[in-house]
């Protein structure tokens, strides 16, 4: 019985000083090879910090659901979508006209140019449209998926250049 323990003492301690032997070899190979820890050719790069841009609160303002309101001061509307082109460039404003409390009402397309936000500093401040409620009137209800009628203020609105 003795003969046993004597033998498995010195195995454990045979196994110990290998293990203290191999992490002493890697020790002294010192640092892996510059190769190993430079980033491969190809290899994804960090992406760098995005662009930060400063807009004072006096400056821009959001104008979705605000209310559009003729140079005569009657009511538009309000906008509630904006239309881009395939570039990203504004192209229009989605316009819910007519109707009380949204019953009867319909969505019309202006042209973004027949717009004026001049007093648009708080929320309560309407966008003025350069359209008279005669021709609001008898402009095309907005579908979605359709092709776009876009009203425009006179001598304002060019064509839209799209593939079939």
Do not use: C
Not at 27 to 53: I, L, M, N, R
Not at 89 to 111: H, Q
């Amino acid at each position: 019985m003795q003969a046993r323990i004597l033998i498995t003492f010195v195995a454990a301690f045979a196994a110990l000083a290998a293990a203290r032997g191999a992490e002493q070899a890697a020790d002294d190979k010192g640092p892996p090879p510059a190769s190993k820890t430079a980033p491969q050719e190809g290899a994804k790069q960090p992406a760098p910090p995005p662009s930060v841009t400063v807009i004072g609160a006096r400056d821009a303002h959001g104008i979705l659901g605000r209310d559009v309101r003729s140079a005569a001061n009657e009511d538009m509307g309000r906008i509630v979508d904006v239309i881009v082109d395939r570039e990203g460039t504004v192209r229009a404003a989605v316009i819910d006209f007519g109707g009380f409390l949204g019953v009867g009402s319909r969505k019309i397309v202006v042209d973004w140019n027949a717009l004026r936000f001049g007093g648009v500093a708080s929320k309560t401040d309407s966008i003025t449209l350069e359209l008279t409620k005669e021709q609001v009137n008898a402009a095309p209800e907005y579908k979605e998926d359709t092709p776009l009628i876009v009203l425009g203020a006179a001598g304002k609105l060019q064509p839209w250049e799209f593939d079939h």
